[in-house]
């Protein structure tokens, strides 16, 4: 059974920090392309941060600079460093794991978890 369990939200005032973490099971996580999405109340999900498996990473314009998300493959975690918070980065946070191969598509979620930054 595959899950995704995530970590590490809560409450923070604007310029705070706050790590979130990922921690998979039921996956070879190694050769997964890990993925953050967030949704804020009354918008579409969309994607924040990606770590391929050579641990590439790209970003949303609006968090470069602020997040950086990495992969302990020891671990099997993905993490989401996330500072100079603003109001704006409010919502729920999701881990995404990916895996397209040539006939095959793996696509896993976790529950989320809930950041909301106060200004």
């Known amino acids: 059974q595959v899950q995704l369990v995530e970590s590490g939200g809560g409450l923070v005032q604007a310029g705070g920090s706050l790590r979130l973490s990922c921690t998979t099971s039921?996956?070879?996580?190694?050769?997964?392309?890990m993925r953050w999405y967030r949704q804020a109340p009354g918008k579409q999900r969309e994607l924040v941060a990606a770590?391929?498996?050579?641990?590439?990473?790209n970003y949303a314009d609006s968090v470069k600079g602020r997040f950086t998300a990495s992969r302990d493959n020891a671990k099997n975690t993905v993490y989401l460093q996330m500072n100079s918070l603003k109001a704006e980065d409010t919502g729920v946070y999701y881990c995404?794991?990916?895996?397209?191969?040539?006939?095959?598509?793996?696509?896993?979620w976790g529950q989320g978890t809930q950041v909301t930054v106060s200004s």
């Open positions: 770590v391929t498996r050579g641990r590439s990473t």
């Open positions: 995404n794991a990916l895996n397209v191969q040539i006939g095959r598509k793996d696509d896993y």
């Open positions: 039921g996956i070879i996580f190694s050769i997964y392309t």
